[in-house]
C-alpha cells in the first residue's frame, strides 16, 4: 500500500486499541484522551503533508511501485541523501522540532535495516532476512514505530545479571516453536501506544558479556501485542487552548515505561537474540546510527531556527534589541545556528558510500554536532528566559483577557513597544512554554540527554578522536627548533 493519510494513521490507532495507561487508568481511545489526541492530531498533519507536498515527501517504492514514505529512502548518492534530508525538514519544519520522535527519526534506523541486513546473519541467518523483511514492510505499510533502548535505573552500579531484582529487566524467559517469550521492563519509549509498533533494541552504551546476553535482544512487535503495556507519565498538555498553551497544545509526544508481561515475539519478528557482542555493535556497524544522527541534526537546526525567531521576536517586542548585552546573546544562537548548519553541510557532501550500498554521511561532522547540541541547547533556553526577565512569570490568560472588568486594564498594561497587550502576552507565552513550563522544562532535559549521558559521550568521543595527528605536529616542530642541550 503507498504512503498513509492523517487519517489512516489515526483509524489503525483506534483499531488497535493499544494498552496504555495513565493517572492509573487503562485509556479506551487514545485519539480522544486530552492527554493524547492533540499529539495525535500533530502526527497525522505529518502524514497529511506527505500528500500536500508529493514531489518533497514521496517517492517510488522499488518493490511495489507504489508512492512511499521517502524518509524511508536508501540514497545511493549525494543527492539523494540530501532529497531525503529535505524530505526530513518538511516535516521538522512542522514541528519546529519539538517532537524528537517524529516518525523520521526510527524510519531511518530501519531504512538501514534493509541495505545491512547481513549484519545481523552473525546471530543467525533468519534474523539477516527478518531485517531485511521488516524494513521492507515498514516502508510499504508506513509503519510508525515508537523504540526503547535502556533497563530500569535500579543500580547502574551493577550489570543486569547481578541486581537484587535481576528479572526486573527485559530478559528471554524461554524458546518455542512460534517465538521467543520476553517478560520485563524497558525504558523510556517517547509516543508509546499512539504508534504502529516498537522496536527493542539495546544501548549502545550497555556492556557486553556472557551475562548480559539474556537481557541482548532486538525484535519489533505490534503495539496491541498481549502483554504488551505502555505506563505513561503525566501529560505535560495542560488544555487545548493554544494561546496559554501553544507547543504543549501540539506537540506534547510523552514517555512511557514499557511492561512486557511474557510477551511472544514470533521468530520472523527477531533480529538479535541473547548476544550482547552484536546488540553493542548493531547501530554502528550498520551505520543506523549515523544515519539517524543526519536526521537528528536536521531537526536540531529547525529547533534552533524556532529559538532563535522567539527571540528575536521577544525583543523587538518590549524594544531591548539595541543593547549591547542583548544583542551579544542573540549572536551566541546565530552562531550554533550557523556551526550546525556547517556540520549538516559537510556531513552530507563529504558522504561516501558504506560497504552495504548505503551513500552515508561524514560521521565526524555529525558526531561532533550530537556531542555539541547537548551542551549548548540549555545555554539557549537560558538566554530566551534571561531575555523575558519577570515578563516570562508575568503572562496572563486568555480567559484574563475576555474578562469585560480587567481585559481592559491587562490589554493596555500587557502593551510592548509596537504590539497591545493580548499579542506581546501571546509571544511571551510562547517563549514561556518553550522553556519553563513543564513541557519547556522537559524540552531542555530531553535534548540534554538525547543520545545519552553527555558526559560519557564525550568520554567515548574523546578517546575515539584522532589525536595523533595534532601531538605530531608538536613533536615536529620542536624537533624543529633544534636548541641543543647544554651540560653542566
Same mark, same amino acid.
Given at each position: 500500500?503507498?504512503?498513509?493519510?492523517?487519517?489512516?494513521? %489515526?483509524?489503525?490507532?483506534?483499531?488497535?486499541?493499544?494498552?496504555?495507561? %495513565?493517572?492509573?487508568?487503562?485509556?479506551?481511545?487514545?485519539?480522544?484522551?486530552?492527554? #493524547? /489526541?492533540?499529539? %495525535?492530531?500533530s502526527m497525522a498533519k505529518l502524514y497529511d503533508i506527505q500528500y500536500e507536498k508529493p514531489e518533497k515527501m514521496l517517492y517510488t517504492s522499488p518493490t511495489t511501485g507504489d508512492k512511499v514514505g521517502k524518509t524511508f529512502m536508501v540514497p545511493t548518492t549525494i543527492d539523494e541523501l540530501i532529497e531525503r534530508r529535505e524530505a526530513i525538514m518538511e516535516w521538522q519544519s512542522f514541528t519546529k522540532g519539538l517532537m524528537g520522535r517524529s516518525p523520521d527519526y526510527l524510519n531511518a534506523d530501519v531504512m538501514a535495516m534493509g541495505p545491512a541486513s547481513e549484519f545481523y546473519a552473525e546471530g543467525d541467518p533468519a534474523f539477516a532476512e527478518n531485517a531485511r523483511n521488516y524494513a521492507a514492510f515498514a516502508r510499504e505499510n508506513d509503519i510508525s514505530l515508537t523504540h526503547t533502548l535502556i533497563h530500569p535505573q535500579v543500580n547502574r552500579a551493577k550489570i543486569q545479571a547481578d541486581q537484587k531484582d535481576a528479572n526486573v529487566a527485559l530478559h528471554v524467559v524461554e524458546k518455542n516453536d512460534q517465538g521467543v517469550i520476553v517478560d520485563g521492563i524497558r525504558l523510556l519509549a517517547t509516543q508509546g501506544g499512539i504508534t504502529d509498533e516498537i522496536l527493542v533494541f539495546p544501548s549502545t552504551v550497555k556492556k557486553s558479556g556472557e551475562l548480559d546476553d539474556p537481557y541482548s535482544l532486538a525484535f519489533a512487535i505490534p503495539n496491541n501485542t498481549p502483554g504488551l503495556k505502555y505506563l505513561s507519565r503525566e501529560s505535560f498538555e495542560y488544555g487545548e487552548n493554544r494561546y496559554d498553551h501553544p507547543l504543549s497544545s501540539r506537540f506534547e509526544e510523552g514517555d512511557t515505561i514499557v511492561a512486557f508481561d511474557h510477551v511472544l515475539v514470533p521468530w520472523d519478528r527477531i533480529f538479535v537474540l541473547e548476544n550482547s557482542s552484536i546488540c553493542n555493535r548493531a547501530f554502528a556497524e550498520t551505520n543506523a546510527v549515523v544515519h539517524m544522527t543526519h536526521q537528528v541534526i536536521?531537526?536540531? %537546526?529547525? /529547533?534552533?531556527? #524556532?529559538l532563535l525567531g522567539v527571540v528575536l521576536t521577544l525583543m523587538d517586542t518590549i524594544g531591548i534589541d539595541g543593547f549591547q548585552h542583548v544583542k551579544d546573546k542573540g549572536t551566541e544562537i546565530m552562531l550554533t545556528l550557523e556551526t550546525m548548519k556547517s556540520h549538516l553541510f559537510r556531513a552530507e557532501h563529504n558522504a561516501k558510500l558504506d560497504k552495504w550500498g548505503m551513500m552515508t554521511p561524514d560521521f565526524q561532522a555529525l558526531d561532533a554536532a550530537r556531542n555539541w547540541f547537548p551542551r549548548i541547547y540549555p545555554r539557549m533556553a537560558e538566554i530566551l528566559r534571561i531575555l523575558g526577565a519577570s515578563g516570562m512569570m508575568g503572562i496572563p490568560t486568555h480567559a484574563d483577557f475576555n474578562n469585560k472588568e480587567i481585559g481592559p486594564i491587562l490589554h493596555r498594561a500587557m502593551q510592548g513597544k509596537n504590539v497591545e497587550g493580548y499579542e506581546r502576552v501571546q509571544i511571551f507565552r510562547l517563549a514561556w512554554d518553550l522553556t519553563m513550563s513543564a513541557f519547556g522544562s522537559r524540552q531542555t532535559h530531553y535534548e540534554y540527554y538525547f543520545f545519552g549521558d553527555p558526559i560519557k559521550m564525550g568520554m567515548a568521543y574523546f578517546d575515539k578522536y584522532e589525536k595523533e595527528v595534532y601531538k605530531s605536529q608538536v613533536r615536529d616542530f620542536l624537533s624543529s627548533q633544534q636548541i641543543q642541550q647544554v651540560n653542566i
Open positions: 500500500m503507498p504512503a498513509k493519510t492523517g487519517q489512516q494513521y %489515526i483509524g489503525r490507532l483506534k483499531q488497535a486499541n493499544n494498552n496504555v495507561y %495513565i493517572h492509573g487508568e487503562r485509556v479506551d481511545d487514545v485519539t480522544k484522551h486530552p492527554a #493524547f /489526541k492533540n499529539a %495525535i492530531q536536521t531537526k536540531d %537546526i529547525a /529547533k534552533t531556527e #524556532f
